[in-house]
Nanobody
């Protein structure tokens, strides 16, 4: 069993930055890949970024490449999502999730956090 808790969401102006955190507990975090997904009102959940357990592999959605950076600190059992140059279309609930591999398909992930709201004002 894995428990994931996201934090760091909030309201920010377009062009601003936020850093999301996801704290994991309950299993060996360093052996898991981690992903970030988001879901806007009326839309399906979409992939944002993923990172392998050793940080050697990262994967990004085209819509966030060059603006978002995923990283992790295995000593702290935490994965981060640094979001820069935020746009109103980035507004969504952001979720972290755990899987063995850093894939983009949400259905592959086994455990999910409760989500944190990110709102980008224009």
């Amino acid at each position: 069993q894995v428990q994931l808790v996201e934090s760091g969401g909030g309201l920010v102006q377009a062009g601003g930055s936020l850093r999301l955190s996801c704290a994991a507990s309950g299993r060996t975090f360093s052996r898991s890949a981690m992903g970030w997904f988001r879901q806007a009102p009326g839309k399906e959940r979409e992939f944002v970024a993923a990172i392998s357990w050793g940080s050697s592999v990262t994967n990004y959605a085209d819509s966030v490449k060059g603006r978002f950076t995923i990283s992790r600190d295995n000593a702290k059992n935490t994965v981060y999502l640094q979001m820069n140059s935020l746009k109103p279309e980035d507004t969504a609930v952001y979720y972290c999730a755990e899987h063995r591999y850093p894939v983009a398909q949400a259905q592959e992930y086994d455990y999910w956090g409760q989500g944190t709201q990110v709102t980008v004002a224009s």
